[in-house]
């Protein structure tokens, strides 16, 4: 009987070091969450957005550069944020319960969803006007497959998808 105190202590241990572990886990989800959130909404891919709003929505400003790989730089800049969410949310996926990877990614959806929506109608309009002023035909239909596996978890329609098939 002098093995229960020993017994007790360890499990006591052990539950310790995996609740540590867990809240850990949960801390570095939900940074991911906000970390990718933070590129999708600063620095160089927010310029981008700013960039290919004006674009989209924006009346036409002749003394604005949309120079053709301008757009084109970002474009890609965009769709590779939409790329580095679409890895953590996979990433996140992955996570246990315990670990709360499973809330930290709804977190971050329900961080961007909109931003999605915004480019699922948005996109299809950049690679349009950007196949018209250089004549040719965009390849960007690996760039373009984490937004579209993005646009169907989230039960949003996007053209991008449809544009990238032909």
Known sequence: MNWIPSAVSALISVTAVMVVYALNRRHDYYELARSLH?????GQVAGAR????TLVH?????????APQKIRHAYFTLLWAFERIQAGRH???????LGGGKAARRYL?????WHVREWASGLPM????????????????????AFEEL???????SEAASVSAI
């Open 50 to 53: 700013d960039a290919l709003g």
């Open 91 to 97: 990433h996140m996926a992955r996570g246990s319960v």
């Open 38 to 42: 933070e590129d999708l909404t600063s």
């Open 151 to 157: 646009t169907r978890e989230f039960g949003i329609r």
């Open 58 to 66: 924006g009346p036409p400003q002749p003394d604005l550069d949309f």
């Open 126 to 145: 950049v690679r349009e006007r950007l196949e018209d002023l250089t004549g040719e035909s965009m390849t960007d239909s690996d760039s373009l497959q």
């Open 109 to 113: 959806d329900g961080m961007i969803r």
